[in-house]
């Protein structure tokens, strides 16, 4: 995997020096939230921002620290909700109060832990939610008569 840096593709050694600094500025503002009193009661409060951390840097396409609408985009496709255009600007918009178009991972983590019902943190809870139910069955179904019908 390469990452555009400029005009330039990097990969291997740079991109593992960029996600490096970018786990290390992502874990300071994990420390900050720690610290937060405003957090104190929040339960398993460490594993969430962990959980947050990894699903943000997953989604953070250009290591900058901040989800634009592409990375937004990528992201609801693979959670399997895709959105338009527009449902996307909103969904930013509602997240970072309307002042970027790019979500930083204090916004993120500001939606994830807050008391509001954002689209986006309403996704992310539910692929959360699918990831731990009970895995699907695989293969045929199993054979059914005509009295287990209801």
Avoid: W
């Amino acid at each position: 995997m390469s990452v555009a840096l400029g005009n330039r593709f990097q990969g291997g050694k740079a991109f593992g020096l960029l996600k490096a600094r970018q786990d290390r500025r992502l874990a300071e503002i994990n420390r900050e939230f720690l610290c937060d009193q405003k957090y104190s009661d929040e339960e398993n409060l460490p594993e969430k921002l962990a959980a947050f951390k990894e699903k943000y840097m997953e989604f953070d396409l250009n290591n900058e620290g901040e989800i634009d609408l592409m990375s937004l985009k990528r992201m609801m496709e693979k959670l399997g909700v895709p959105k338009t255009h527009l449902e996307m600007k909103k969904m930013i918009s509602e997240v970072t109060g309307g002042v970027s178009d790019t979500i930083s991972y204090r916004d993120f983590v500001n939606m994830m832990l807050g008391k509001r019902s954002a689209v986006l943190k309403l996704v992310m809870m539910f692929e959360g939610k699918a990831n731990e139910s009970s895995p699907k069955p695989v293969g045929p179904p199993p054979e059914r008569d005509i009295a287990s019908l209801p």
